[in-house]
């Protein structure tokens, strides 16, 4: 049991570039999230999906597009990279009608 | 609209001291309450949580927090703080009944513990 993973670990992208963050979880959570962590901001959501085939936009959602084809994975994109998302990334899972969430271990994502 | 504070982002205690870590939350009802710890370069782990249970809730590694519905707080304790307690700790609100309403995160705490 793995848990929450996220790929890949680092990465370092020119500004305009485009890439696609991938999250799996194998818990059979329905619910799945995107945030990014700056220093002093917390964290923050970016999009979340309540389930295969669902996403909803979070407190920062621009710049940034989600999909969730399969139950088990949650990916997140950046069309055109810019320096302002530089951060960490961190996915996360929950099941129904529980709020507790689980974290995978984060993607430290630098845009030049 | 519910809302977290954690009031003081950087808090420093000796070793074998008491750690108090302050958490404030705005909610229309009882919320959910969740206190996350996250190592240097990991993830966020559940130290504990609330849901309207007992209102003394006891986590993980020596921690515990109590519900005080009259202050809307939710301080995290631990007697006695240990080297490996340094970290960064979030408080987190969500309201019950509601789905799985994304948790809202405070913005963090970080504790140093001097040896």
């Known amino acids: 049991n793995a848990g929450v993973t996220q790929t890949p670990k680092f990465r370092v992208l020119k500004t305009g570039q485009s890439m696609t963050l991938l999250c799996a979880q194998d818990?059979?959570?329905?619910?799945m999230y995107w945030y990014r962590q700056d220093p002093g901001m917390g964290l923050r959501l970016i999009h979340y999906?309540?389930?295969?085939?669902?996403?909803a936009k979070g407190e920062v959602p621009d710049g940034y597009n989600v999909s969730r084809l399969k139950k088990q994975n949650f990916l997140l994109g950046l069309e055109s990279a810019a320096p302002s998302q530089t951060s960490v990334y961190f996915c996360?899972?929950?099941?129904?009608?529980?709020?507790?969430?689980?974290f995978g271990p984060g993607t430290r994502l630098t845009v030049t | 609209a519910q809302s977290v504070t954690q009031l003081g982002s950087h808090v420093s205690v000796s070793e074998g001291a008491l750690v108090l870590l302050r958490c404030n939350y705005s909610?229309?009802?009882?919320?959910?309450l969740f206190w996350y710890v996250q190592y240097p370069n990991q993830g966020l782990q559940l130290l504990l949580k609330?849901?309207?249970?007992?209102?003394l809730v006891k986590g993980i590694n020596g921690f515990e927090a109590e519900f005080k519905k009259s202050e809307t707080s939710f301080h995290l304790t631990k007697p006695s703080a240990h080297m490996s307690d340094a970290a960064e700790y979030f408080c987190?609100?969500?309201?019950?009944?509601?789905?799985?309403?994304?948790?809202?995160f405070g913005k963090g705490t970080r504790l140093s513990v001097i040896a």
């Open positions: 999906s309540v389930g295969e085939g669902t996403t």
């Open positions: 987190a609100v969500s309201e019950p009944n509601s789905g799985n309403t994304p948790l809202v």
């Open positions: 909610s229309s009802v009882p919320p959910y």
């Open positions: 609330y849901t309207s249970a007992a209102t």
């Open positions: 818990m059979n959570h329905e619910y």
């Open positions: 996360a899972s929950s099941p129904p009608l529980r709020d507790e969430q689980y």
